[in-house]
Structures are given as C-alpha cells and as structure tokens.
C-alpha cells in the first residue's frame, strides 16, 4: 500500500509545474517533489504506477527525475512517459556528483528520492525521450551481448581445462549459445525491419564500408541520435571524443571517457578489421598515424571514431556511403 505524508505540505501555485524525484527499488518507489513535503511510498508494479500518475497530476508536477536502476526504472518510465511527463533518467553517478557539490553526505531512500527532484528542478536542458521501439530493441540486443558474453566466458573455460569430459560439457555449451544466438539475433533483425524508417536507416549505417550487420544494428539502437546530431557530438555521446587534460602550463595528453561502453566496443571490433581490410580511408588513416608513431591504441579509437562520423554523415544525407577512390 502507498503512504503519504500530507502534513506541513508546502502550497504550491496551480500555475507552476513542480518537479518530483523518484528513488527506484525492486519492490518500492519513493517519491519527492521538489520544495515541497509531499512524499509518496508506493509498490513497484503497474498498480503502483497507475496510482503515482495520479498522484502526481494532483501535485501539479510536470517533470519527473529518476535514477536508473538495472532496469527496475524502466516499467514506471514508460508509464510516465506515455502519461505525458517529462521524465529524465539520472545516472547514479550524476546524482552522486550533483550531492558532492551541494555537501549532501545523508543517504537513504526518501533523501535520495527528495536529492533526485532537486536534480530535476534544476536541469537546463532535457532531451526528447528515445525512441520506444528502440527501448525494446536494446533489452533484445542486450541479451544478445550477454550471450556473446558467456560464449567467451566458456571458451576461456574450454582452453584451461583438462578434464576431457568437462571440456565436454563446456564445448557443447558453446554449441548451444551459438545456436541461440543465431536465433535471436535473426528476431532481433526481423523485427527491426518489420519498420520502414529502422529499416532504411539500418541500411544507410551499413553501407559504409567495415561496419557488420552486427555494429549497424548497435549503432542503430543504442545511438538513435545517430544522424541528428553534429559529428563532434555524436563522437562524445560514444566515448570517443578526445577530451582535454591541460592545467597552467601543463599540457597533458588527450584521453576518452564515458560515453555508450557496448555500442564503443562494437564500433572498436569493427574499425579493427576495416582499417587493416575493408574501408580505404580508415586504412589510410590507420597508415598516417602509425607512421607519425601514434600507438596502436590511440589509431584505433581514431579510427572507430572516424567510422562513426562516416555513418553520421550518411544517415544525416539519406544516401548510403559511397568510397572515395584512391588517387
């Protein structure tokens, strides 16, 4: 059962949205609204949403903060969302920092819910929500990954092992992930096509040369700002743009950070091969760098970087890539 405190709740004009802030658990929400004593304990689950709808509506709230939480955000998400409020997803390490600031050190749900609102009331700028096709598309894609994972995990299993009927077990595993994973990824493709506009824009991200089915499907999904935004932006949202480290008269060396970790790893697999094989201008680029003694490493963030402005600028023009030839 939901519980809320009305007493000594602050009166807030009708003509002035308030923002709330949600601290997420597997079975609870703990709800704040922002300058105010309203507070709301309720169930997880799509009863509980339906009742902080209402509940929010009454508070005049029209923006809503919540950190992500392995997933047990995303139900109450989309609920919101489909109820027409503007709900931004904190990362924890975005609460934590916006808390170091402000010398907040007290830490519990209610606190956390009421730290969170605050967030939300002070955000500037909030980006139009994802695509919700595309939500369902990355928990698919996950799964995918996740058993790209395991089958690694087995085969390190399968190199040190000596027992012949454990390598055994391991190897038919092995088996058993490729076939499923075969399987899903064949859905995951299907379904994506079974959308015109996904679908063209799946084809214009393939069509640069080097990136797989595999990466464009990546790209796809867990980048829907792919061709919408500048070349510079969408290199930072992947965690590929160089970031400086300069400090009076230092000057340090550039470095990358943060940004979209599984979609990066895909565009690294793929700019391996193609600047080494498939794409003549990341081969030319690898060349150049290497040849200026740039490490191994820096080329390739360089060249994973440069495949995904390549697929920006093609989704961006709407028409697939086209190789320069060399001169």
């Given at each position: 059962m939901g519980s809320e405190n009305k007493g000594g709740s602050t009166k807030m004009s009708k003509s002035i949205m308030a923002c709330a802030g949600i601290d997420t658990g597997k079975h609870k929400l703990d709800v704040a609204v922002d300058h105010s004593e309203e507070r709301l304990q309720i169930e997880n689950t799509a009863t509980g949403h339906?009742?902080?709808?209402?509940?929010?509506?009454?508070?005049?709230?029209?923006r809503v903060g919540?950190?992500?939480?392995?997933?047990?955000?995303q139900p109450v998400v989309a609920k919101l969302r489909?109820?027409?409020?503007?709900?931004?997803?904190?990362?924890?390490a975005q609460v934590r920092g916006y808390a170091k600031f402000h010398g907040k050190r007290a830490k519990n749900d209610r606190i956390d819910a009421a730290l969170i609102a605050a967030c939300a009331a002070e955000t500037r700028t909030v980006r139009a929500p994802p695509d919700p096709r595309l939500s369902a598309f990355a928990t698919h894609l996950t799964l995918i990954e996740q058993i790209?994972?395991?089958?690694?995990?087995?085969?390190?299993?399968?190199?040190?092992?000596?027992?012949?009927?454990?390598?055994?077990?391991?190897?038919?595993?092995?088996?058993?992930?490729?076939?499923?994973?075969?399987?899903?990824?064949?859905?995951?493709?299907?379904?994506?096509?079974?959308h015109d506009?996904?679908?063209?824009?799946?084809?214009?991200?393939?069509?640069?040369?080097?990136?797989?089915?595999?990466?464009?499907?990546?790209?796809?999904?867990?980048?829907?700002?792919?061709?919408?935004?500048?070349?510079?932006?969408?290199?930072?949202?992947a965690g590929l743009a160089p970031f400086d480290d300069d400090s009076g008269d230092r000057v340090g060396e550039r470095h990358i950070k943060d940004g979209r970790g599984r979609v990066r790893h895909s565009l690294f697999a793929a700019a391996l091969a193609a600047s080494f094989r498939w794409n003549v201008e990341l081969i030319a680029l690898y060349r150049r760098l290497t040849a200026k003694g740039k490490p191994h490493k820096v080329v390739l963030v360089a060249c994973a970087r440069k495949m995904l402005i390549f697929v920006n600028t093609v989704v961006q023009r709407g028409t697939p890539w086209v190789e320069k030839q060399p001169a």
């Open positions: 339906r009742r902080l709808s209402s509940w929010l509506r009454r508070q005049n709230v029209g919540i950190e992500a939480s392995g997933g047990y955000e489909g109820d027409g409020f503007v709900v931004i997803v904190f990362q924890p790209t994972e395991d089958m690694a995990r087995f085969k390190t299993r399968c190199e040190t092992c000596r027992d012949p009927r454990l390598r055994q077990i391991w190897e038919n595993r092995i088996l058993e992930f490729k076939a499923v994973l075969k399987a899903e990824f064949a859905r995951l493709v299907q379904a994506i096509r079974q506009d996904l679908a063209q824009r799946l084809d214009l991200i393939g069509s640069v040369n080097g990136v797989g089915l595999r990466t464009a499907v990546a790209i796809l999904v867990r980048m829907p700002e792919i061709g919408r935004v500048s070349r510079e932006h969408i290199a930072s949202l």
